[in-house]
């Protein structure tokens, strides 16, 4: 091993290069089989992180959107399957610090895992913890109104968290 490092001239092309890649076989399974085909949902999230590899989190975003888009059209909108593809979304609108963004996705998120799981289901504290504690930090980040809006919902959920562990497990548990 020389050591020596490819210069970023030559890293940016690779990198142009693998992009390049991941459009034109969106673009052929598109004209193959349609631009619902179950396929490119794959494709858009190697696209999705080839965008992300290369600081492009605007582009990232968008091609992990329609991913989630066509998984939604293909299996439906309460269908957990898409919960990582939502992952990857929240994870660049987080680098982005696009707030209200982040709201509607991790809304989105609870919304899903209620229509599997519905109240009182231990499986959704979590879920609910993992919610409270982002409004949590988005009240920190966002200006009044919108930051007590956070507050709210922080509370709401770490209530409903309370409630569900008491109906679920007693009021003796350790998680509470």
Do not use: C
């Not at 349609?34 to 080839?50: D, K, M, P, Q, T």
């Not at 399957?81 to 998120?109: F, G, R, S």
């Amino acid at each position: 091993d020389s050591g020596l490092q490819p210069s970023p001239d030559v890293e940016q092309a690779e990198a142009d290069m693998t992009i390049s890649r991941y459009n034109d076989e969106v673009l052929r399974l598109e004209s193959e089989s349609g631009a619902y085909n179950r396929e490119l949902i794959e494709e858009l999230v190697s696209l999705g992180r080839a965008y992300s590899n290369n600081g492009n989190h605007t582009e990232a975003v968008k091609a992990y959107a329609r991913a989630l888009h066509i998984n939604r059209i293909n299996d439906g909108l309460q269908n957990l399957d898409q919960i990582p593809v939502l992952e990857l979304v929240i994870e660049e609108n987080t680098v982005l610090q696009d707030y209200a963004e982040l709201t509607d996705n991790y809304a989105y998120m609870l919304w899903v895992y209620k229509r599997n799981y519905g109240d009182n289901d231990p499986q959704m504290l979590p879920v609910l913890e993992r919610v409270a504690n982002w409004h949590l930090e988005a009240y920190g980040h966002t200006e009044i109104p919108e930051s007590l809006g956070h507050l709210v919902m922080a509370a709401n959920l770490f209530s409903e968290a309370l409630e569900t562990i008491t109906r679920t497990k007693g009021t003796d548990d350790p998680d509470l």
